[in-house]
């Protein structure tokens, strides 16, 4: 237990559907963070957020839309995914934004897009 | 700027040692690393500064090779518990971590 909640834990959704993934951490840690991995490529950042603002985008397609209405939680919001987007999404939380803090992580969200 | 780690792959006997090396082609201020096992969390084990000293989680230790850009994970008598994937994190100047593709640790009774 990691004291970072993911829900679902797996997610099963057509090209056409709109879902949301959430997360909450329960650490009280300002910075939150999420992370696509696929299989046999390495985590890759999408979006940090720190005191609920987005301080990042990295380059992600506009069908992800993220949003942290408090420090505590953050979602993904998603809409008219591609296969290729099928993976597991990852939520992370620090304590501050910045250098040396560890992240602690969430157990993921796996997702199919069919 | 992505850090490469090897080996990608280990298979270990309890009670056997392993090594886990990370490097990057820049300069780092810190090296992270975590455990991921099958459907979990990534756990985080701890972190390397620059300058400072080597780390320690229970029987597994990390240096930080600052010359080199290299971090390298101990796993000194290992447990079954050990088995999982071993990711690497770095970071640079600000604090996106990178990761690399891991190395997946197997060890059998």
């Known amino acids: 237990e990691t004291g970072v909640t993911q829900t679902p834990r797996h997610l099963v959704m057509g090209m056409t559907n709109k879902k949301s993934l959430k997360c909450e951490q329960h650490?009280?840690?300002?910075?939150m963070y999420w992370y696509k991995q696929s299989a046999k490529k390495p985590l890759e950042l999408m979006f940090v957020y720190s005191l609920e603002e987005r301080v990042e985008n990295n380059s992600v397609p506009s069908r992800f839309s993220p949003e942290c209405p408090n420090s505590s939680h953050l979602f993904l919001h998603l809409h008219t995914l591609q296969p290729e987007d099928s993976a597991l999404y990852l939520c992370?939380?620090?304590?501050?934004?910045?250098?040396?803090?560890?992240?602690?992580f969430g157990p993921g969200t796996r997702l199919t897009v069919t | 700027q992505q850090p490469v780690q090897s080996p990608q792959a280990v298979i270990l006997r309890e009670g056997e040692d392993a090594v886990i090396n990370c490097s990057s082609s820049k300069a780092l201020y810190s090296v992270h690393w975590y455990r991921q096992k099958h459907g979990e969390a990534p756990v985080f084990l701890m972190i390397l500064l620059k300058g400072g000293e080597q780390m320690r989680h229970e029987k597994i230790s990390a240096s930080f090779n600052e010359k080199k850009q290299q971090s390298s994970l101990y796993l000194t008598a290992s447990q079954l518990s050990y088995s999982g994937t071993y990711f690497c994190?770095?970071?640079?100047?600000?604090?996106?971590?990178?990761f690399g593709a891991g190395t997946t640790v197997t060890v059998r009774a």
């Open positions: 650490l009280g840690h300002n910075a």
């Open positions: 994190g770095t970071e640079l100047n600000d604090y996106k971590l990178s």
């Open positions: 992370a939380s620090s304590q501050e934004l910045g250098q040396g803090y560890e992240q602690y």
